[in-house]
Every structure is written in structure tokens, then in C-alpha cells.
């Protein structure tokens, strides 16, 4: 789905959704966030299309965005946290891999972009209109992932300084006001799910376990990656927060990117059990939080006889 497309997408009426914008890209195009409020006292962030070629995830986004409208009544009373969808978080980058050059008003930029690319197919492009990836330019041990990249590319470049880029401070500002209890990450391809990034001791059992509950929900396998990568939003979450977070891996690795609409219903049919597992992922949470805060009282008693 393109930009043009998820404005449409946004424009009809969605029954019990806010839609805000949260902020601009380098060319202003909005980032719009949805949310549904479900009298939570604890809410989740779910983005897409981070990655511009795997624009994929804002269709499969806009699918959820219909599932928790028409399924609201019945998700309250199932004790549902608040849903965030950012369903689009590059989208320079979206309108780069499905227009081309021709998205770019200025010339000037449409120069050093078709030297960054080097070429005039962006199909493959990954990276904002700095050429920077986004999923590098967040403050979490910034840079030192393996396939980290200094130079402005389709994919890869981690920025000139950590959190340089708009569209990376637009969601960390939000997400540092909503103090989610839990994000996910939605990326293409190859049917997986990621989770650590130096997930503190005291967390790691509950990270897996919420992990575990996410595979359960869409079959996708668990990657065990030790910190490879860095600078993501997953890893941000995870590390400044100490929430759970994953990144989910859409699509069989044999598709091809841009991944067609054409596998949409597949990707869409091991996916929409997530909203139904998030009410098991936040008691989780809860639960986690309750032994950590009684432990600590008992800690506290024995001290202080
Ligand atoms: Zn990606």
C-alpha cells in the first residue's frame, strides 16, 4: 500500500479509531497513528513499513486497524490494553519503492537520491529520503551492529547521529509519551520473531514467555539473534523502557520484495490472532510486575527485622 492509498484507507469512517498525526517526514508527509481506546490502563504500539519496500505491513496494519473495529465491543470485554497502530512510519521511503523519483518534488534531491540508490528502481530501497535506515538511527547501542553502514545507502546507513532523522524522532516522542507496555515491530520477510536486544536478567524469562505467546498466535518461529543488530525500534524499546518488544518477519522468504498485495490473505490469516493474544500478553505483563514488586517487599521485610 502506498501513501496516497493509507490516506484514502484513513479517510473513511473507523468505528471507535482516533486518528493523529504524530509527526512529518524529510519530504512532510504525515505519520498518522490510530488509536483504539479500550479503557485500558496500559497500551501497545504497533508499527509498519519502517523499511520502505516492505510497505506490506501497512496493508496487513490497516487489516488489524478493521479487526479491532469491528471486533471492539467484544475485545473490551475480553480486556484488551489500548491499540496504537503507526501503520506507516517511512513514508518517503513507501512512495520512493512505488513511484519512483517521480514522489520527489525537488530536483535537487532527486539528484543525490539517484546517486544514493545508483540507480532510478527504488523497488529495493529500504531507506528514508536522507537515505538513512531507519530501523539504525535509534539511540540503542547506535552503530555497532554488524551490518551498521556510515554512508548514505538503500539500506543500512545508521544517520550522522543517533536519532538525526524526523521520522525517528516523531515515533520516539510518542512513544515516549504513551509508555507503552509492549511494541511490535512489523517487518517482511521470512516468518520469524525477534526479541532481545541485552534484555535485562530480570526480564528475560517474562520477554521469552511473551515471545513464546506471539509464535503461538502466528506459527512464525522465534530467531534467537543475541544483539546483532542495533538501532532499532524494537531494540530502543527494549533497552530504554525495558518493555517487551519483537520484531515479526511477515511473509515467506521465498516472496519476493516488494511483497505483491497478491499475499496479503496469507500474511493476513497468520497474523490476526495477534490482537487476540494481546490481552494474555498484557496479564503476562501484569503478572510479571506483581512477583517482581511482592518480591521486593519481601526483600524490603527481611531488611529492615
Ligand atoms: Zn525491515
Known amino acids: 500500500m502506498n501513501y496516497v492509498e493509507l490516506e484514502e484507507f484513513l479517510a473513511k469512517k473507523i468505528n471507535h479509531a482516533r486518528i493523529d498525526v504524530i509527526g512529518t517526514s524529510v519530504l512532510k508527509r504525515y505519520l498518522y497513528a490510530v488509536t483504539f481506546d479500550f479503557l485500558s490502563s496500559q497500551t501497545v504500539i504497533i508499527q509498519g513499513a519502517i523499511h520502505a519496500r516492505e510497505?506490506?505491513?501497512?496493508d496487513l496494519i490497516c487489516e488489524l486497524i478493521k479487526n479491532a473495529?469491528?471486533?471492539?465491543?467484544?475485545?473490551?470485554?475480553?480486556g484488551m490494553p489500548n491499540i496504537v497502530f503507526v501503520p506507516m512510519?517511512?513514508?518517503?521511503?513507501?512512495?520512493?519503492?512505488c513511484h519512483g523519483l517521480a514522489s520527489v518534488?525537488?530536483?535537487t534531491r532527486?539528484?543525490?537520491l539517484k546517486s544514493i540508490n545508483g540507480s532510478t528502481d527504488f523497488s529495493q530501497f529500504k531507506a528514508n529520503a536522507n537515505g538513512v535506515d531507519l530501523n539504525n538511527n535509534f539511540d540503542a547501542k547506535w552503530g555497532s551492529g554488524k551490518e551498521s553502514c556510515f554512508v548514505a545507502s538503500p539500506h543500512g546507513f545508521v544517520g550522522e547521529a543517533p536519532m538525526s532523522e524526523p521520522e525517528v524522532q516523531s515515533l520516539a516522542l510518542f512513544t515516549m509519551k504513551i509508555?507503552?507496555?509492549?511494541?511490535?515491530?512489523?517487518?517482511?520477510?521470512g516468518q520469524e520473531i525477534y526479541y532481545e536486544f541485552f534484555n535485562k536478567l530480570e526480564n528475560r524469562k517474562r520477554d521469552k514467555r511473551i515471545a513464546k505467546l506471539i509464535s503461538k498466535a502466528t506459527y512464525y518461529k522465534i530467531v534467537s539473534t543475541e544483539n546483532s543488530s542495533s538501532g532499532g525500534y524494537k531494540d530502543w524499546c527494549v533497552l530504554r523502557f525495558g518493555i517487551p518488544a519483537v520484531t515479526i518477519e511477515v511473509g515467506k522468504d521465498s516472496l519476493l520484495h516488494p511483497i505483491s498485495r497478491a499475499a496479503l490473505g496469507q500474511i493476513y490469516r497468520r497474523n490476526k490472532n495477534i490482537l487476540k493474544a494481546l490481552p494474555k500478553i498484557l496479564m503476562e505483563f501484569e503478572n510479571d510486575r506483581k512477583r517482581k514488586n511482592d518480591a521486593a517487599r519481601t526483600k524490603r521485610g527481611k531488611e529492615s527485622v
Do not use: W
Not at 473495529?69 to 475480553?78: H, P, R, V
Not at 512510519?89 to 519503492?97: M, Q, R, S, T
Open 55 to 58: 510497505h506490506i505491513t501497512t
Open 69 to 78: 473495529s469491528e471486533n471492539y465491543q467484544k475485545y473490551k470485554l475480553m
Open 89 to 97: 512510519v517511512n513514508p518517503d521511503g513507501v512512495e520512493l519503492c
Open 105 to 107: 518534488r525537488s530536483l
Open 110 to 112: 532527486r539528484r543525490v
Open 179 to 189: 509508555k507503552p507496555f509492549f511494541t511490535i515491530s512489523y517487518h517482511a520477510k
